[in-house]
């Protein structure tokens, strides 16, 4: 099949901004190599007002805010939507965990349908085209298409423990019926850390620090300050850094705090790339309980732990991560039938 994967801001639709050398991988990212992977022939890049996506056999599509400063892809994404709507070849994705963001932007411009094409959008590309008057009543209706209308199927990228299904059905009831969820880990690039130097001053050998990335006003994180020393990344911390250097400063670190995020089970890299560097992962324990014991200990215990203790704890996540997630097949087998056409699923099922 020939396969599309786009959509409104740049880590959806720019392979680039999710490169493991230089950023941080996207789901956008994931979803087009596990597509590759299974055989299919995928171009994964910017949508475009003036394509009618007639050689694609599906066209994945990532939604954001549409009115959102980061969303300056939102005209391809409303001339790919209103070109493959009802065609059973069309899937929308989210990968931001606050996606009633995204149907509240749509509320706002179905309301208001000047805003599509008002003078501040002059930033987004190809708003020249979408500003022409037929196009602009054209790409209206794409926005009152997705605000009153059921979608096709909405793709959430959840870990195998998910338990915000409700949240999100709630947030977005135009796919209240079609909400998928996929784990998309096993396809996690390996990264090779040969020939990296320059690590952060600490770093250069095991260190009793451990990585964080978050504000210094995060609640979670400062009910772990008082016995632990950590170094954050992001926010008003550290520079946040691309995957490659942060698995580095993984494993050179005593481990990975991950403040929480909700809906528990929202897909992140975090988590693979601390197995990846073998070392402990701990994050608010009652988001991780479904992998098991070695996910809730909690870091003053870890730190307190003799080198054996600690390597046995480390064997533990690693071999509770390794059966939780599903294997490169079985998620492949996830894409095959959200591929089907929706049409043929219903024939097959009446």
Known sequence: MKILVTGATSRQANPDASNVGKKEVAFAWLLAEALRQAGHEVEHRNPSVVETYEEFDHVFIGLAPLHGLGSNRMYGVLAATLRKWGSGQLSFFVDDPDVGKVTGGLRTMATEPHRVVKPFFAYKLEYEVASQPAVAAWLQEGVKILHEQQWPRLIVPAHQWFTGLDVIQKKVPQAAHSITTLDLSAFLPTIDLEGLDGYPDGYDQPHRRWICEAAPDNKWLRQQQPIIDVFRIGKDGEKKHPDRRLLAMYKTSWGVLQPPVEPIGWWNSRIGYARQALVPYVTRWQD??????????????????????????ITDQAEAYDHAIPSKELASSYLAEILTPMHAVEEATA
């Open 288 to 313: 991780v309980k479904a992998l098991g014991d070695a996910y809730t200990v909690l870091p003053h215990t870890i730190a307190e732990m003799d080198v054996d203790g600690r390597q046995v704890l």
